[in-house]
């Protein structure tokens, strides 16, 4: 079973290509460039360099969410296309179920945290033990001030994976000394975990067709949120 994977929720990107258990191919880059200029041709050559026509991938899957709105769009619309045009099966993840999978070899929690602006973060916590992840709870939006409330009553080690931990990091080293930074290769978004996620939900017959696959928010965006904000004062 060949899995090709998207990521383009945050200001990494990557596409990932994996055969069963092997990683067969990766490409990431972690720079401000517009993803709708990178994510198709990186694609492209990732499929050139290990010499894999796109009609031999099985599966096509992308971080859906939560992230950037357009960065989560972009990737969205990229699967969307090609399984359409191949009629291929979608498998759509979760951002922060990819980044707690980077994790898997570690016992600990992992806070998976995207930085949403003005002190809130994209989040969810997941117990790892053994290499077998458990959610903790449901992806939401909140305050640094209200994960840090929830994460006292922790004992194991928190571990802060994502874009938003060094936010969190810092905020709240000097109150929780048992929290720690995801080492660097670890901590940002991988299309190489989102693959094999992809891989073990297609298994339990979670797959979508393209007309199906759906960016997933966890809150509108700033422009609906101005407009709504705008109409509730009148």
């Known amino acids: 079973m060949k899995v090709l994977a998207f990521d383009s929720t945050a200001t990494a990107a990557s596409v990932a290509l994996i055969e069963d258990d092997k990683v067969i191919g990766e490409f990431f880059i972690n720079t401000k460039i517009t993803h709708s200029q990178t994510l198709i041709p990186m694609a492209e050559s990732l499929l050139s360099c290990v010499q894999m026509n796109i009609n031999e991938v099985d599966i ?6 939560p992230g950037s709105f357009t960065g989560v769009r972009i990737g969205v619309a990229a699967v969307q296309g090609m399984a359409m045009a191949l009629n291929k099966p979608c498998v759509s993840v979760s951002t922060l179920d990819s980044m707690a999978y980077n994790l898997k070899s570690q016992n600990c929690v992992a806070v998976c945290v995207m930085d949403a602006r003005c002190e809130q973060v994209y989040n969810a ?44 990091y810092n905020k709240l080293k000097d109150k929780m000394p048992s929290v720690k930074l995801a080492e660097e290769s670890k ?5 190489v975990s989102t693959a094999f996620i992809a891989q073990e939900l297609y ?8 007309d199906d696959l759906m ?3 966890l809150r509108l965006p700033q422009a609906e949120r101005e407009l709504k904000k705008r109409k509730e004062n009148k």
């Open 60 to 65: 096509f899957a992308v971080n859906a969410g």
């Open 125 to 168: 916590n997941y117990d790892i033990e053994n290499n077998v992840i458990k959610r903790l709870c449901d992806d939401r939006a909140l305050k640094i001030d209200e994960l840090e409330q929830e994460l006292k009553s922790v004992s194991k080690e928190i571990v802060f994976v994502g874009d938003g931990a060094n936010l969190c």
């Open 187 to 191: 901590r940002y978004q991988n299309a």
């Open 203 to 210: 298994k339990e017959g979670k797959f979508l067709s393209a």
């Open 215 to 217: 960016p997933y928010y």
